[in-house]
Nanobody
Framework: QMQLVESGGGLVQAGGSLRLSCAAS????????MGWYRQGPGKQRELVAT???????NYADSVKGRFTISWGNAANTMYLQMNSLDSEDTGVYYC???????????WGRGTQVTVSS
């Protein structure tokens, strides 16, 4: 079964940057979309960004221009570069895989991002 492992979270001051990584236990196929979700304190989980196998990306309005999602050099890695962080970006960030238009999905356990003001 596919496993997703996030890394790269931590504590950063407002205005700073972090890069999150997601490593999948198997190669990502062309019918699978990867993405990042986050859940802030007292908030519902929300979509941050997605990336398709061909490289097409999609971002939440709140992170456009600040965050960049990308594939790694290895076929099973994905990154989220986060710049100009502010306190509203605080939360647990989850790696997600959507297979075949929602027929199956996998979640990572999450990595904590804390932005201090």
């Amino acid at each position: 079964q596919m496993q997703l492992v996030e890394s790269g979270g931590g504590l950063v001051q407002a205005g700073g940057s972090l890069r999150l990584s997601c490593a999948a236990s198997e190669s990502i196929t062309r019918r699978e979309i990867m993405g990042w979700y986050r859940q802030g304190p007292g908030k519902q989980r929300e979509l941050v960004a997605t990336i398709r196998p061909g490289g097409n990306t999609n971002y939440a309005d709140s992170v456009k221009g600040r965050f960049t999602i990308s594939w790694g050099n290895a076929a099973n890695t994905m990154y989220l570069q986060m710049n100009s962080l502010d306190s509203e970006d605080t939360g647990v960030y989850y790696c997600h895989l959507d297979g075949c238009g929602g027929m199956y999905e996998y979640w990572g356990r999450g990595t904590q991002v804390t932005v201090s003001s």
